[in-house]
């Protein structure tokens, strides 16, 4: 099993920052890719980062040059350092990691709990 652990969420000004942090434990043979999606109340869940094992990283075009993400492929955690905030980013922002726990296993995602951003003055 995979299991993940978010933190970092919380209540920021419009312009602020916030870093969230998610740690994959359990059973896990390899890792392809780890990221973010986020949904905000009556909108469906959008990806908004994403990074590959090997460092490649996508970006939603609404987060570009404010969000970054980043991720220690040894402590098996990814991060997601926020910057600028906006009104809009209010979300749960999910963690979530491609994994297979076993060689010549199909990869599949696995979920973190949420975590809240709320961004107001």
């Known amino acids: 099993q995979v299991q993940l652990v978010e933190s970092g969420g919380g209540l920021v000004q419009p312009g602020g920052s916030l870093r969230l942090s998610c740690a994959a434990s359990?059973?896990?043979?390899?890792?392809?890719?780890m990221g973010w999606y986020r949904q905000a109340p009556g909108q469906q869940r959008e990806l908004v980062a994403r990074i590959t094992s090997g460092g490649i990283t996508n970006y939603a075009d609404s987060v570009k040059g404010r969000f970054t993400i980043s991720r220690d492929n040894a402590k098996k955690t990814v991060y997601l350092q926020m910057n600028s905030l906006k009104l809009g980013d209010t979300a749960v922002y999910y963690c979530?990691?491609?994994?297979?726990?076993?060689?010549?296993?199909?990869?599949?995602?696995?979920w973190g709990q949420g975590t809240q951003v709320t961004v107001s003055s």
């Open positions: 359990g059973s896990i043979f390899s890792i392809s890719a």
């Open positions: 979530y990691v491609a994994a297979a726990l076993r060689a010549s296993v199909t990869t599949r995602d696995y």
